[in-house]
């Protein structure tokens, strides 16, 4: 429950350091990351909140040299350059149920997350919201040499909920989808969802479905 804002350097520094969990801090307006990990290896980063770090090194979490950390529930919000950056010889991180939201004044659409890892490091980046629900436009947001080794489907529709008691976990995406078509219309059928995103969870309380039109 810490804030660290308008510091010449980053907000929060985790220097060759494991096994931490950091929650429920805000890192802002900062000359550098909101959240900086370097060496720093098996930590958790929950319910974080990175907005507003300017300057061309203005990053929402900075994560270099560092492995095996996970990240859930943190948003990164109009930082000048990438929410997520990650360089060095990281591996295995992984970044589930995260937002990434406000358009930055610095890099445009290619904004969300930059990979300049090794080529043959992939990272888990699922169900993560990413300001639209347009996967072109996802896609665009994600940068670097080893861009295509950010694992980004499948991501939410809708923002994460990232309260502490937060529900977090969405219905599975809906099967047996059928599409019939008619004079100026068409019908779209498909099975009931049953389970939930996690591998062997059942949903509850499932209200209804949304139905999004691609415009070309």
Known sequence: NNTSSNNTSYGFNIDSSNNNSLINNIGSNNTNAGFYL???????????FSSNNRTTTGYGFYILNSSNNYFTQNTADSNQVYGYYLTGTSTSDTFEKNNWTGQPQGDGIDSAVFNNCGANTTFYFQHNYWSTTDSSIIAKRIAGANKDKINWQSFRTTAVDTTPAGDTIAPAIPTGIVVSSGSGSCNISWSDVTTNEEQGGYTFNLTGYKIYKAIS
């Open 38 to 48: 370097t060496s720093a290896n098996s930590n958790t980063l929950r319910n974080n």
